[in-house]
């Protein structure tokens, strides 16, 4: 594994299993998650970026669908972005696409007050942050047929077999980003795990409402998907890195 550390390690998996129980937890009614709750050191600087930006730019989770024009003062295309981490990849994106508005949804909260900060470092105004599980504010804030595009960058891989229930990129999953989606609109998602990569191929491909936009294989990376100082690193090393970018019928 070449990009950021996941939350693979191997010890007290039962112990884990249920702290990663929904929220709503009763025995009867448990999801398995993509993530498990960290207790990440929040550092002087994203607490001060919280404070300061968290109330123009977070967007309390709330069960109901977001009105994007409110929460961004105008009508422009929507991208949603799943696990952004800190941050750093979301911020550049809509420095470059300041026409579009970007949605970043992350569950960690130093990564939440990192992009804060970048927010409020490059004074950026077309990004909101919901910090909660992306599966829920698909399900909950986002309209049926209301997005441009989602960006999903280097999900954890869950190496281990055993895990690999806890994979974002799953038939059902797909299923409800493909629901959340425009006709026209776009999935595109970034690996630099071969397994997942080739996961997340048959997934997609087997998805009827989905076309892939790079014939039946992986697609270039986008010019405005930058290369992460993880990713040059590991593609020093002579790893690859595998972009899939397919479209809603
Ligand atoms: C390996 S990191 C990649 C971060 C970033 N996209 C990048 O390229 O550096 C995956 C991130 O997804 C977040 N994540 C995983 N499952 C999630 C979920 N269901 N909802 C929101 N965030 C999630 C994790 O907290 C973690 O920060």
């Known amino acids: ?16 299993d249920s702290e990663v129980a929904d ?11 993509s993530f498990v709750t960290r207790a ?39 991208v949603l972005e799943i696990g952004f981490g800190m941050g750093t ?11 579009d508005d970007f949605l970043g949804v992350e569950v960690h909260e ?12 490059q004074g950026l105004t077309n990004i909101r942050v919901v910090q909660h599980d992306a599966v829920e504010v698909l399900e909950q804030m986002i309209a049926a047929n209301s997005l441009d595009g989602v960006h999903i960058y280097f999900p954890d891989p869950w190496h281990k077999a055993r ?34 990569a080739e996961q997340m191929l048959e997934v997609l491909s087997a998805e009827p409402a989905l076309e892939n936009t790079a014939g039946t294989s992986y697609a270039p990376r986008p010019d405005y998907r930058p290369v992460t100082k993880f990713e040059r690193r590991g593609l020093k090393l002579g790893h690859g890195v595998w972009d899939l970018v397919f479209k809603r019928c």
Do not use: C
Not at 6 to 11: A, C, G, I, Q
Not at 46 to 55: I, K, V
């Open 1 to 16: 594994m070449i990009h950021d550390p996941t939350p693979d390690h191997d010890e007290n998996d039962e112990a884990k």
């Open 23 to 33: 929220g709503t937890d009763t025995l009867r009614h448990r999801r398995i998650r």
């Open 40 to 78: 990440g050191r929040v550092s002087t600087g994203q607490r001060r970026a919280l404070d300061e930006f968290g109330p123009r730019f977070v967007v309390p989770f709330a069960p109901q669908p977001l009105d994007w024009d409110a929460a961004f003062g105008r009508s422009a295309p929507r």
């Open 89 to 99: 990849t979301t911020a550049e994106i809509a420095s470059a696409r300041q026409a």
């Open 110 to 121: 130093p990564g939440v007050g990192a992009l804060l900060k970048l927010i409020g470092k």
């Open 163 to 196: 895990h690999h229930k806890r994979r974002l990129v799953q038939p059902k999953f797909v299923a409800l980003l493909v629901s959340r989606l425009k006709p026209g609109g776009y999935i595109h998602l970034a690996t630099d795990w071969q397994n997942y």
